[in-house]
Nanobody, 124 residues
Framework: QVQLLESGGGSVQAGGSLRLSCAAS????????MGWFRQVPGKEREFVAA??????????VESVKGRFTISRVNDNAKNTVYLQMSSLKFEDTALYFC???????????????WGQGTQVTVAS
């Protein structure tokens, strides 16, 4: 069983930056892809970014390319994925979820494990 603990959400002015963190412990999280999704009320959850187990492959939704960067640090006991968000826009406001699963699954919008979500609010 993998446990996910997210942190780093908050409120920021448009144009500002935030960094989200998600620490995965337990199970074999180091062999999984890790990613971030976001959701606003009334809309479906949206894929934001994903990274392969070794960090050599990354993918982003078109709307965040050039502004967001996903990275990860693998440790035997804990694996952490980060989402550095810059040049934030009002439309980036959402509840952001960390996810762990296969790379193909993350790309398709599915995951083996989900975090509880952390709110990002961008004031225009």
């Amino acid at each position: 069983q993998v446990q996910l603990l997210e942190s780093g959400g908050g409120s920021v002015q448009a144009g500002g930056s935030l960094r989200l963190s998600c620490a995965a412990s337990g199970g074999t999280s180091g062999t999984y892809g890790m990613g971030w999704f976001r959701q606003v009320p009334g809309k479906e959850r949206e894929f934001v970014a994903a990274i392969s187990p070794t960090g050599t492959w990354k993918e982003y939704v078109e709307s965040v390319k050039g502004r967001f960067t996903i990275s990860r640090v693998n440790d035997n006991a804990k694996n952490t994925v980060y989402l550095q968000m810059s040049s934030l826009k009002f439309e980036d406001t959402a509840l952001y979820f960390c996810a762990v699963g296969s790379v193909a699954g993350l790309q398709a919008g599915t995951a083996n494990y989900w975090g509880q979500g952390t709110q990002v609010t961008v004031a225009s």
